[in-house]
Structure formats: structure tokens, C-alpha cells
């Protein structure tokens, strides 16, 4: 790997290590210094590689420099006397506490999630965070992945650290009586960033196949920790290994959406359904029965071949189950999909009809889908609204080939 590639890739697998590691050494109310830090630290690599080339060992380099750069910020006196209050000075003595050792990193990165994934700030300032902090992603890649301007995600990253600086949120796990509650949060912010990818309006198709293996990343952290290796989050982990081992099928070469139906199935990562089936048999330790167990069961029945009338059966009552405990318009709508192929297609459209949903594309497709074979006339004009209402150019193209199908 030439150095002209090399630097972003360290950049996106040792970012947020570094900055983990100095962003719990500086506190939140610091959180900046960290980031420069760290920063300042590829900009060193940058400009030190191109002169005398790549070290041997290229990992070890950044962590030393970066290690001194933290050291040498700490030892400044005048900064000390000047720019650092009391408390943070008073604690610092031990200005030599910049550990970089594998187990410190990893522990770092869990308790940044923690810290990051707060109640007290919105979700999608906490999926920002994650994906700044936590994954490297720049600001111009969060920026496209959620369609906005960086002008907004530095806005919604700035008050995001405001907030978590005025609530003094510890950069550590929590206790073990809060455990529980503030995994709930982490999962969500979890299941938010993988969904950001799966479903995501961006072109960029690199960038949404990363949102998904970050989010499964950060989630595998969770399972490999004794304190957070819940049924829970081993049946998310799961649902994420179901979902993305059809990723390759999802899309053709032209970037178009292949629907379910369509997908070439030796495109599908055995090797993924494999891991999520193995996750998903962890998940059923002790009594827990969570949205993520339900919804990694779909996904499961979604790698399976052929579709047989069980598969749709049994789809259907995880649909049943999952709209008991955490209901969603959605969910809803996708479980009509499955009464279709269950229960027969008149059953599905009155059902579907009653959603009422007008403002979402995939409510009008999945109309226009289940109305093509008894009357063209209703399917094309759902088929028009569900073009209309769609945000993305592999959703619209999808349309237009049902259209045509008509």
C-alpha cells in the first residue's frame, strides 16, 4: 500500500483509537485538544512519510507521536498556569498516564461509546458523534451520508459536545445497576448508524457499506466485554451479520436497487449468515425477548431458500411479535409483505390500505407491487405516487422497472 492510501486507511482504523484513548485522558470539557491532537498527529505522518518514507512499523509510529504530542501539551507550564482550571491541573500530575496498550484502546473505545450515546443529547447528534469519533469518518463523509451540509454537522457536533460538557458526562462505563438502561441507548445509536447505511439516500455506496460494518464494529466491542455481552446485543449483532450478507445483491453494477425477489442469492456471504446464526444462538441465553431478537429473526428467514409458505408463516409472527413490543409504521408495512405471501394478497391490500401511510414511497410501491395482478390500472397510479415521494435515484429506478413490468 503506497503512502498515498496508506494515511487514510490508518486514519480511519487508528483515529479513533488515539483519539479514545487522549479524549479520556482530556475529559469532554477538552474533547477538542484530543481531536487536534490526533489530527496533528496523521498531519506529522503526512509530511514526515513523504520525506523519509513509510516506518517499518507505521501503527507504532503514530502512536508514539501521538503519546509525545498528548505528553508535551501536558508539560507546558504556561498552558498549566493559564488555560487549564485548577481541577484538571491538580490532576494531572502524572502527565506520563498516556497508555496506548491494546487493552487500554479497547477499553477507551467502550467508554467513549458509553459517554457518547448519552440520553441527554438527541440521536442523531450521538450517531454524528459515534461516527466522528468512534469510526475516523471526516466531516465531509457524515455530511453525505446524511445528505446535509458540513455546516450542520459541525453545528450538531458542537452543541452535541456542549451539551454532554454542561451535563459533565464521564468519559467511563457505567455503574453496574445502570448497565442495562444505558446499553439500551448505545444499541439504539448502534441500529440507527447501521440502518443510516442500509437504507441510506446517499450515492456514495463506499461510504454506506462503512456505516454498516462500523456499526457492526462498535457492536461486536459490546459482545467481547463481559459487562455488555447481553442477549440483546448479541441478537442486534446478529440481525446487522443477516442484513449485510446480502449487501452485494442489494445493488447492481449500474447502482441500482435489485429488489428481494431479484437478488442473485450466490451474491449472499454465507460466511455473515454463518456469524449471524452463531449470534443469534448466543442471543437466546436467559429470558430476554428484545426488538433486536425479533428483528434478527426476520432477517434470518430473509437469507433462506426457497420461499416456502413456513417461511412466510413464520416471518409473519415475528411481524406479529415485533409490532406487539415496539411498534412502528414501518414494521407494519413490511409485515403486510409478509401476509401477502402468507395469507394471499387480497387479506394483504386491506391491511396495507388501513396504514394510510402517504407520506412514505415504499407504502405506495408495496401497493403497486400487490395490485400489478388484478388491476394494472390502481398499480400504475400507486406506482406514480411511490416515484413522486422517493428521495434516492436506486429507489426511483426500482419504480420505473416495476413500471414497466405493469
Not at 8 to 23: A, M, N, W
Not at 164 to 173: D, F, G
Request: glycine fraction near 4%.
Amino acid at each position: 500500500m503506497d503512502n498515498g492510501s496508506l494515511i487514510p486507511h490508518l486514519f480511519r482504523t487508528e483515529y479513533r483509537k488515539i483519539v479514545s484513548v487522549l479524549g479520556k485522558r482530556f475529559g469532554f470539557h477538552q474533547i477538542e485538544i484530543a481531536e487536534d491532537l490526533t489530527s496533528d498527529t496523521f498531519l506529522a505522518a503526512a509530511q514526515t512519510w513523504a520525506v523519509k518514507g513509510v516506518p517499518e512499523n507505521a501503527t507504532a509510529w503514530l502512536y508514539h507521536v501521538a503519546r509525545n504530542k498528548a505528553l508535551n501539551y501536558l508539560q507546558r507550564d504556561h498552558l498549566f498556569e493559564n488555560k487549564i482550571s485548577p481541577e484538571l491541573k491538580n490532576s494531572a500530575s502524572g502527565v506520563d498516564e498516556i497508555d496506548l496498550s491494546p487493552e487500554n484502546i479497547h477499553d477507551s473505545q467502550l467508554q467513549m461509546m458509553f459517554a457518547i450515546c448519552h440520553p441527554s443529547i438527541p440521536a442523531e447528534a450521538q450517531v454524528g458523534l459515534a461516527l466522528r469519533i468512534l469510526c475516523g469518518f471526516g466531516i465531509d463523509e457524515i455530511a453525505s451520508a446524511f445528505q446535509v451540509s458540513k455546516e450542520t454537522i459541525n453545528k450538531r457536533l458542537f452543541r452535541a459536545k456542549e451539551k454532554l460538557r454542561e451535563e459533565k458526562i464521564s468519559i467511563a462505563l457505567p455503574d453496574p445497576s445502570d448497565i442495562d438502561q444505558r446499553l439500551s441507548t448505545v444499541l439504539t445509536t448502534i441500529y440507527l448508524l447501521f440502518n443510516e447505511g442500509y437504507y441510506s439516500v446517499s450515492q456514495n455506496n463506499t461510504i454506506r457499506k462503512d456505516l454498516c460494518f462500523e456499526a457492526m464494529r462498535l457492536c461486536l466491542m459490546l459482545v467481547e466485554n463481559n459487562s455488555t455481552n447481553k442477549p440483546q446485543v448479541n441478537a442486534l449483532l446478529a440481525m446487522m451479520c443477516f442484513h449485510a450478507s446480502r449487501f452485494e445483491a442489494r445493488l447492481n453494477k449500474q447502482g441500482e436497487l435489485v429488489l428481494y425477489d431479484e437478488q442473485d442469492t450466490t451474491l449472499w456471504d454465507a460466511d455473515l449468515i454463518s456469524k449471524g446464526g452463531y449470534f443469534l444462538h448466543c442471543a437466546a441465553a436467559g429470558n430476554t425477548l428484545s426488538k433486536y431478537h425479533l428483528e434478527a429473526g426476520i432477517a434470518y428467514w430473509n437469507t433462506q431458500k426457497p420461499d416456502t409458505k413456513e417461511k412466510w408463516e413464520n416471518i409473519l409472527q415475528l411481524y406479529n411479535q415485533l409490532l406487539q413490543i415496539a411498534y412502528s409504521p414501518i414494521a407494519a408495512l413490511n409485515r403486510t409483505f409478509a401476509l401477502a405471501r402468507a395469507n394471499g394478497i387480497e387479506v394483504a391490500i386491506a391491511e396495507a390500505e388501513k396504514l394510510n401511510l402517504t407520506d412514505n414511497h415504499f407504502y405506495f410501491t408495496l401497493l403497486g407491487e400487490l395490485y400489478k395482478s388484478s388491476d394494472k390500472e390502481k398499480a400504475r397510479k400507486h406506482f406514480l405516487s411511490a416515484l413522486s415521494l422517493a428521495k434516492s435515484d436506486p429507489d426511483r429506478q426500482a419504480i420505473r422497472l416495476k413500471m414497466e413490468q405493469v
